[in-house]
């Protein structure tokens, strides 16, 4: 199975949606074992669940609280973004762990939280330039993937994304990838045994129309998590092309 997932960030008005999901819906021929999800900021998830309606198309919010419910204000829930149309949730993103204080330790609950919502968590992991340039990638995402320890949570998929090749324009090399997507799954293994062999893992971090095909044919890439490319329907029907 491949996935490609759109993660929009904080892009598209609901208009943009709209067109979006039009130009999507005329030119998208979906073909089994390639999974399309679109993660859109908290407004657009109805809008997009109801667009989506009677495609394939999974609808995964960018992020959710750990908690049921409660004074957290400006949060939303597990269970809220369900209701407003998500069947998965990314978590971990890069972005949220230099702006939002993402820690292993506030997202071993939320992905707690998500699977308890049967929601199904795509976790993403990432070293930074610093990390890598001090030798440091292997140990960052070992540390950052011991939260699944002893877990099993349904639908879970990880997102490798070196932070250095996200919105940068500098995509990770061949070798680069490969090497980290060989680590991670050696990791899941340890980890989650059987379910760690399955689990898909992605790689993020400037996916293009041009990149993509090459990016694919490494072992263990199981598709991509797009940021930028992703707000052009053009080029994400060009990536499910490419991931059929
Ligand atoms: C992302 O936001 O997850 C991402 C990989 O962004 P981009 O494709 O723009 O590098």
């Given at each position: 199975m491949r996935?490609?997932?759109a993660n929009w960030k904080m892009n598209h008005l609901r208009a943009d949606a709209t067109a979006f999901m039009e130009t999507l819906?005329?030119?998208w021929k979906p073909v089994e074992g390639v999974v399309a999800a679109v993660a859109?900021?908290?407004p657009l998830l109805p809008l997009l669940q109801g667009l989506a309606q009677g495609t394939p198309l999974r609808v995964y919010a960018?992020?959710?609280h750990a908690e049921a419910k409660g004074a957290f204000t400006g949060e939303v829930s597990m269970a809220m973004v369900q209701d407003a149309g998500a069947c998965g949730v990314i978590l971990g993103h890069s972005e949220r762990r230099q702006y939002n204080g993402e820690t292993e330790a506030t997202l071993l609950p939320k992905l707690k939280a998500a699977a308890a919502q049967g929601l199904a968590p795509m976790l993403c992991v990432g070293e930074t330039l610093a990390q890598r340039?001090?030798?440091?990638?292997l140990a960052v995402l070992k540390a950052q993937l011991a939260i699944l320890a002893g877990t099993g949570f349904?639908?879970?998929a990880i997102a490798y994304e070196p932070v250095w090749a996200i919105g940068t324009g500098r995509v990770a090399t061949v070798a680069q990838i490969a090497e980290v997507h060989a680590f991670i799954r050696g990791e899941l293994k340890a980890l989650l045994g059987d379910q760690g062999a399955a689990?898909?893992?992605l790689y993020g971090g400037s996916v293009t129309p041009d990149n993509f095909a090459e990016i694919l044919r490494v072992p263990d890439v199981a598709g991509g998590l797009v940021g930028g490319a992703s707000l052009d329907p053009a080029k994400f029907l060009r990536l499910l092309e490419l991931a059929a």
């Open positions: 996935i490609v997932a819906k005329a030119g859109p900021p908290f960018q992020n959710a340039d001090a030798g440091e990638t349904p639908g879970l689990t898909p893992i």
